[in-house]
């Protein structure tokens, strides 16, 4: 049931499309030598027109095109991430407007750093911004003073740190304005009540205090900036103002327990330790409401404060979505009691979900409209949780997973762009009306507020032009995205079918039914009760369809990933129910034995526009499933006592 309307997006499995990239490299790779050219058309030739024909030349040709033979070669071992073959990580076929804006960008060689360096791109990345924050219902006209930010990232990882770090700024604001305290500016009672305002009261009183500068003499001004700047978390670093502010102590993270271990790497890096990130129960792989609830109480009893709290749009492992909008009016609720937090949505594998419940005007279609394009999708948690999104703080979400675009594309997005002043390396944030940039000019000086310094601009370009050639709807964008729904929905009925067919031979388990298009099959050998053959039965099952560097590629049929369940994540009575369905034994799981101590299972990322070909008729879902069927027999363990009769 592809659509025909995904026939230009992509190369294409075969290469279809070879002949519409080919073109338009050869059209704007001569394009760009004509701009140089035009530049100075005056200024000859600096490289002889003949320097091709000497020797020197010639040799550095012959090792170029040896050494670039050589990498061509190598590289033939990649994994064909392009073939509708391949069910394993989250990374398919490439977009053509990504790749083809990329490479006319990359001879620019813009740095999106700073306008100075990128006096076009940075214009695009800043736009790129306002169309994800669009995507997900955030304010996204620059007119409007609350309007959101975004920008890209190396990756989802900085993205997520990004939004730790912004969190600490915001909910430090207040001690630190209650420390100096201006006068006119009443802040809070106590610093522990500071310290729990939500972050859009902080962004609040930044306003009230940039406002109540900007009416000082410049001498006074410069006066107080300087006591701001040395009461801040960002001057004195974390130990020292912990120790300014004994009634404070260092906040928590609250996320889930299978959240992306870009979280943990985070809480390293800011310097409060793994130790401060709670790591919240989960019921059938979705953050368990009551658990977090009853954390953050016990916290509040104790006097802990909560920096931010993550929910995911799309685990990496399982796919599955958390209950935003339940964690937004739990959030709500919280706030009211004078206990606040933010609330970060980690996206990175689902945000561009979000493009199948986008009207072309921007508003959010009704559950009706979309469940009727599919049979189960979006389950109704699902439609509300990307409903609530426009009410969390920040959003990670990664043009280079779901959004089809070359490594190197992350983004992260805020609510209100006016808490952006407080990442800044300079403090000359504050602006009288008569200077107050417009909200481009501001962010043309972008190296100020991310993490990285020089960046790619053409990274940036490919985003955007991607974004205007498929604009996030579901229309258009959301063609793609409903294709990989489809898939997904076709793979969840051949699996069950496939469990029917197989009983004999294997036991075969969906832990979860996904929620996007990650799909995951627990399998057992029948008669077998033990965890640790059942392990080694699926690792030599991902022997055949894992990738091996030393095997030719062509010998493989198909690609799947893997992950684990673990009873610290599934809680016991989840992971007693999918053993029963196995006819594992749970005695068989062993806490400190690494044979045994979790369930192996296969994971499927439905990505390719492909698996389901309808040009030529061929299922290469049904294609996997018969491959599964055919090549177990020597697989499936021998060993007598492992069985029970
Ligand atoms: C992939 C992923 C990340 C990390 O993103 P990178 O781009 O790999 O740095 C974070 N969170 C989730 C949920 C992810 O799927």
Same mark, same amino acid.
């Given at each position: 049931m592809t659509e025909t309307n995904l026939y230009p997006c992509f190369l294409g499995p075969y290469g279809e499309n070879d002949a519409l990239l080919e073109k338009l490299m050869l059209e704007f790779l001569r394009d760009h030598v004509y701009w140089r050219r035009n530049f100075h058309p005056e200024d000859p030739p600096a490289i002889p027109t003949q320097a091709a024909q000497q020797p020197a030349f010639q040799e550095f040709e012959a090792r170029l095109r040896r050494e670039l033979h050589t990498l061509s070669a190598l590289l033939k071992r990649s994994v064909p991430f392009h073939s509708p073959r391949y069910l394993g990580h989250m990374v398919s076929d490439l977009l053509i407007p990504g790749l083809a804006a990329q490479m006319l960008a990359l001879p620019y060689n813009p740095n999106n750093v700073s306008d100075e360096a990128a006096p076009v791109t940075i214009d695009l990345e800043i736009k790129v911004g306002l169309q994800l924050a669009r995507l997900f219902g955030f304010p996204c006209d620059p007119q409007q003073e609350n309007c959101a930010f975004g920008h890209l990232t190396s990756g989802g990882t900085l993205a997520n740190f990004q939004a730790l770090r912004l969190a600490l700024a915001l909910k430090c604001l207040p001690v630190t304005l209650r420390t100096i305290a201006p006068p006119e500016l009443s802040v809070s009672d106590s610093d522990y009540e500071a310290f729990n305002r939500p972050p859009h009261q902080a962004i609040e009183l930044l306003i009230a205090w940039q406002q109540w500068l900007a009416g000082l003499s410049s001498g006074e001004r410069i006066h107080w900036q300087q006591r701001f700047e040395s009461e801040r978390i960002e001057q004195l670093g974390s130990v020292r103002f912990f120790a300014q502010h004994p009634a404070l102590s260092p906040p928590v993270v609250m996320a889930p327990v299978t959240a992306h271990y870009s979280w943990s790497k985070g809480m390293k890096l800011l310097g409060l330790g793994r130790e401060q990130l709670i790591l919240v129960p989960e019921s059938g792989m979705r953050l368990d409401m009551d658990a977090f609830d009853q954390i953050l109480r016990e916290l509040r009893a104790s006097k802990r404060s909560v920096l931010l709290a993550v929910a995911v749009l799309? &685990? &990496? +492992?399982?796919g599955t979505i958390d209950p935003i909008h339940e964690l937004v009016a739990l959030r709500e609720r919280y706030v009211a009691e004078g206990y606040g937090f933010t609330l970060h949505v980690d996206a990175a594998w689902g945000g561009y979900l979000a493009t199948l419940f986008r009207k072309e005007d921007g508003q959010l279609r009704s559950f009706e409209e979309i469940r009727d394009e599919f049979t189960h999708f979006p389950n109704p948690c699902t439609y509300a949780a990307m409903a609530a999104l426009k009410q969390v703080d920040s959003i990670t979400v990664d043009p280079h997973k779901l959004g089809y675009l070359a490594f190197g594309t992350g983004a992260f997005v805020y609510r209100d762009h006016r808490a952006m002043e407080l990442l800044t390396e300079t403090a000359d944030y504050v602006f009288t009306d008569a200077t107050t940039p417009g909200y481009f000019n501001r962010y043309r000086k972008l190296g100020r507020y991310i993490l990285e310094g020089s960046k790619s601009g053409a990274a940036a370009a490919a985003v955007y032009v991607t974004h205007r050639v498929l604009p996030l709807d579901h229309q258009h964008f959301g063609q793609i995205t409903r294709q990989t729904i489809r898939s997904t929905e076709a793979f969840v009925v051949r699996a069950e079918q496939f469990t029917r067919d197989i009983a004999a031979r294997l036991r075969v388990c969906m832990p979860y039914l996904p929620d996007t298009n990650l799909v995951c099959l627990a399998i057992n050998p029948t008669g077998n009760r033990d965890v640790a053959v059942a392990n080694t039965f699926i690792r030599k099952l991902h022997d055949v369809l894992g990738t091996d560097p030393?095997?030719?590629?062509?010998?493989? +049929?198909f690609f799947c990933s893997t992950t684990t369940l673990r009873t610290q994540t599934l809680g016991e009575q989840d992971m007693h129910r999918i053993l029963t369905i196995l006819g594992l034994d749970p005695a068989s799981m062993q806490d400190n034995d690494p044979q045994s101590d979790r369930l192996l299972i296969l994971r499927h990322t439905l990505m390719n526009p492909f698996h389901l070909d309808a040009e030529n008729d061929i299922s290469y879902i049904d294609g996997y499933f018969e491959y599964l069927s055919h090549h177990l027999d020597g697989l499936l363990p021998t060993d007598p006592p492992t069985f029970v009769n």
């Open positions: 799309g &685990t &990496t +492992e399982f030393s095997i030719p590629l062509q010998s493989r +049929e």
